[in-house]
């Protein structure tokens, strides 16, 4: 069955400092995998997507790695920021037509002055 | 900038009552989607289209069913609601074909029903 499992389930740092999600996935056939912020009260907005053959990409503040053979994904949050609070979703796109996307849990961040 | 609107942020019914939850948007979308998000749960597709009239149940379609007449709008309808339907809920949009495709998500419906 295709799974995305997500960690931590929250987190709580200090404002300024470093963090990283992680993302575990079996979805195979594998097309792309993309995380997503969710601020409270909105909807999903993509951060970054990556291919099977990519291995990091970056978006600002936001560094994503893949590694395709372990079929785990990290999102790193660099110099975090208040506004940095919100969850953040990994979701997969198998690789076979329309088959719909499998979304991880999320990570519920919180970033604390 | 893509813009996917739904008709309502927060939203009361009763149980019994028949809802609808409206989602618009204004790309030129092929496919669209609904979605509902719970704590712990993570989104859970409920329908998606990818084409006017056209519908396809996803994992979890049971209670709800979808109405695509135009290309642009697509609505999602409770026909009794229940309170485990009590939930947020989610709509997107993507251009068809390539899985490199976005989904762009609206805002949100918050039900809540009594």
């Known amino acids: 069955k295709n799974q995305v499992e997500q960690s931590p389930q929250s987190l709580i740092i200090l404002e300024g400092k470093n963090c990283t999600l992680q993302?575990?996935?079996?979805?195979?056939?594998?097309?792309?995998l993309r995380w997503y912020k969710q601020d409270t009260g909105r909807g999903p907005v993509s951060l970054t997507i990556?291919?099977?053959?990519?291995n990091t990409k970056s978006n600002g503040r936001y560094t994503a790695t893949l590694d395709a053979d372990t079929k785990q994904s990290s999102l790193h949050i660099t110099a975090s920021q208040l506004s940095d609070s919100a969850s953040y979703i990994c979701?997969?796109?198998?690789?076979?037509?329309?088959?719909?996307?499998?979304f991880g849990k999320g990570t519920r961040l919180s970033v604390i002055a | 900038d893509v813009k996917v609107t739904q008709s309502s942020r927060y939203l009361v019914k009763r149980t019994g009552e028949k809802v609808f939850l409206e989602c618009v948007q204004d790309m030129d979308h092929e496919n669209m989607f609904w979605y509902r998000q719970d704590p712990g749960l993570g989104l859970r597709l409920i329908y998606f289209?990818?084409?006017?009239?056209?519908?396809e149940k996803g994992d979890i379609p049971e209670g709800y069913s979808v109405s695509r007449e135009k290309k642009e709008r697509f609505s999602l309808i409770l026909e009794s609601a229940s309170t485990n339907q009590t939930s947020m809920y989610l709509c997107?949009?993507?251009?068809?074909?390539?899985?490199?495709?976005?989904?762009?998500f609206g805002p949100g419906t918050r039900l809540t029903v009594l």
């Open positions: 993302c575990n996935y079996t979805v195979s056939p594998f097309s792309n």
């Open positions: 979701v997969v796109t198998p690789n076979s037509g329309n088959t719909p996307l499998v």
């Open positions: 997107a949009s993507s251009l068809p074909g390539s899985a490199m495709t976005t989904q762009y």
């Open positions: 289209s990818y084409d006017v009239k056209m519908k």
């Open positions: 990556m291919t099977f053959s990519e």
